[in-house]
């Protein structure tokens, strides 16, 4: 349980949660985004838990064992393929920004931090995207740590730091969240937050949300289903979903209240895009008494939380690739690794020299990854997942693993079979239409 609350908690929730909300018009995305969560992303991930616990294995030869159970065709394994791609375009920019928090734990050490201004704090995020070099450093020694702990695969040690780590980062979260009260705009932030203002949801907005519930509980890539097998037999999968995605979105959200209110107390633009955290962030921490202690301790605990994350994005294909090849976990991992840092450097440079260079509907390296996976591929794995699991997998079999009765099923099976696949239905189908009046511009600073 600890260690896919360590995959589920990570930069999703933030960073990515926090910028999405001021990009998409704020209130009606958060709206979207949490029934997105109930209705769509906690029913799947009982159902990647209990394919994992029933699989047994790496996600692609897990859905094979099933479908053989099932009387279907092989063919279904190729979902746990889609997924084991998705982590690794995931991580390549991943680790990206999880090298611009460590890059941060250095910048408040040194006490860059204090006392800083909303310009200073926005110059210095912008100085940092426009050195590809340094950049590159950064994300190579994230890259490196995840690849480390991969390639030993001792990731058990790491996890069990969540149980002290987790609860730290809700801590220093409470803190920024009571100090961005006194010092930020609170009302104005709830305002944009919670305000239900149907005007704004758009097909784009809806498109983001649904992905994102998808990213922020790493769902649709097999991460959850490579822990679902690790989880005990008589651990409650209803249980243990509800705890993780209870905890992860209240994480995201509380986070998002404590940034908008200092967007707001300073003017700041709430669309910004994916800088957000690191423009905003800054100002509180660097006016807190004992800020340079909490802005380390605050970016050391995101830069944890991104790198158990990181590990659970590459574990599956790694566990493939020694399964069915040859190749040792240290030669499966260092080539991974390498291909991981190699496009990781092309999403780099997204940021500073090929600035204008678009490669998918119009979009940048970076934004195009970012939606391919967010958007396309995890809900697509995801509703293969439910599909499989809701239509061809026998009840028997199914509640064996979930031990789900009453409404509780009715609410599993309708979700899993009608709501789930209609609603990532509806959202692709209206995939082209969204891009075409895409307006977001993730480069302005
Ligand atoms: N859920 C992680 C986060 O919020 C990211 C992630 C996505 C991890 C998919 C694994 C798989 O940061």
Do not use: C
């Not at 029913?43 to 990647?48: A, S």
């Not at 149980?163 to 932030?189: E, R």
């Amino acid at each position: 349980m600890l260690a896919t609350a360590g995959s589920a908690i990570g930069l999703g929730n933030i960073w990515k949660l926090p910028y999405m909300i001021g990009v998409n018009g704020g209130s009606a995305f958060v709206l979207i985004f949490i029934a997105s969560i109930i209705f769509v992303a906690i029913p799947l991930m009982m159902t990647e838990i209990m394919l994992g616990r029933r699989g047994q294995k790496n996600p692609l030869d897990a859905m094979k064992v099933l479908a053989q159970e099932a009387g279907v065709s092989t063919l279904w394994s190729w979902v746990g393929g889609i997924g084991m791609l998705a982590g690794v375009l995931i991580l390549s920019f991943y680790s990206v920004v999880g090298g611009w928090v460590l890059s941060y734990i250095l910048s408040a050490m040194e006490g860059v931090f204090t006392n800083i201004s909303a310009e200073g704090a926005a110059s210095n995020f912008n100085q940092l995207l426009a050195q590809p070099l340094r950049l590159l450093m950064w994300h190579s020694i994230f890259l490196l740590l995840t690849m480390t702990v991969v390639a030993r695969g001792v990731s058990e040690g790491l996890e069990k730091a969540n149980n002290i780590l987790i609860p730290l980062l809700f801590a220093i979260l409470l803190i920024l969240l009571g100090y961005s009260m006194s010092v930020g705009d609170m009302s104005a932030a709830f305002q944009f937050m919670f305000s239900p203002d149907f005007s704004k949801v758009t097909p784009t907005a809806i498109l983001a949300a649904l992905g994102h519930a998808f990213f922020t509980l790493s769902l649709g890539m097999g991460a959850v289903m490579v822990y679902g097998s690790y989880l005990g037999k008589h651990e409650s999968i209803g249980q243990t979903t509800l705890f993780i995605a209870i905890l992860d979105t209240a994480l995201g959200l509380l986070t998002g209240l404590a940034i908008y209110a200092l967007v707001f107390a300073n003017q700041l633009e709430p669309g910004a895009g994916p800088g957000l955290i690191f423009q905003t962030l800054p100002i509180a921490l660097g006016s807190m008494p004992a800020g340079n202690f909490f802005a380390t301790l605050f970016f050391v605990l995101v830069g944890f939380a991104a790198w158990t994350s990181s590990i659970s994005l590459v574990e599956p294909a790694v566990a493939w690739v020694i399964e069915n090849t040859k190749l040792s976990r240290k030669l499966a991992s260092t080539i991974l690794g390498l291909i991981i840092w190699l496009t990781g450097i092309t999403v780099i440079l997204s940021f500073n020299e090929w600035q204008d260079v678009k490669i998918a509907l119009g979009l940048g390296i970076f934004d195009s990854l970012d939606k391919l996976t967010s958007t396309v591929m995890l809900p697509l794995g995801g509703v293969l997942m439910a599909v499989f699991a809701g239509y061809l997998m026998k009840n028997k079999h199914i509640n064996e693993e979930l031990r789900l009765t009453g409404w509780a099923f009715r609410f599993w099976k309708i979700t899993n079979t009608v709501i789930a696949p209609i609603a990532v239905l509806i959202v692709f189908l209206n995939f082209f239409g969204a891009f075409e009046n895409f307006t977001l511009d993730p480069f302005r600073h």
